[in-house]
């Protein structure tokens, strides 16, 4: 059984540093995709960044580039999204998910809200 664990929310000031940390069991011997979407109140769900395990490539949303950096520790099976200047609009709550797949198809379709897997969500608040 997959499981998505996710830590390292929290309040913040804009211009402030946060970094989310995705424990994940079950995944570690297979091809997979994983990242964080994020959803703010009254918002549709955006896919914020992911990474591909059988090569690295990443994906991040253009509204995040530049800021968030997205990385995997296999030994210790997580995946951390450091994000740094962060602004009010990145308000959200984020959840780690994951889907089966190979380098950039499996990206692709990680963008096109394909998870086979998701985590419970963290806070994440950035005041102004």
């Known amino acids: 059984e997959v499981q998505l664990v996710e830590s390292g929310g929290g309040l913040v000031q804009a211009g402030g540093s946060l970094r989310l940390s995705c424990g994940h069991s079950g995944l570690s011997f297979d091809d997979y995709v994983i990242g964080w979407f994020r959803q703010a109140p009254g918002k549709e769900p955006e896919g914020v960044s992911c990474i591909a395990s059988s090569d690295g490539q990443t994906y991040y949303a253009d509204s995040v580039k530049g800021r968030f950096t997205i990385s995997s520790d296999n030994a210790k099976n997580t995946a951390y999204l450091q994000m740094n200047s962060l602004k009010p609009e990145d308000t959200a709550v984020y959840y780690c998910?994951?889907?089966w797949g190979i380098g950039m198809i499996g990206i692709e379709g990680w963008i096109r809200d394909e998870y086979d897997y998701r985590g419970q969500g963290t806070q994440v608040t950035v005041s102004s």
């Open positions: 998910a994951a889907r």
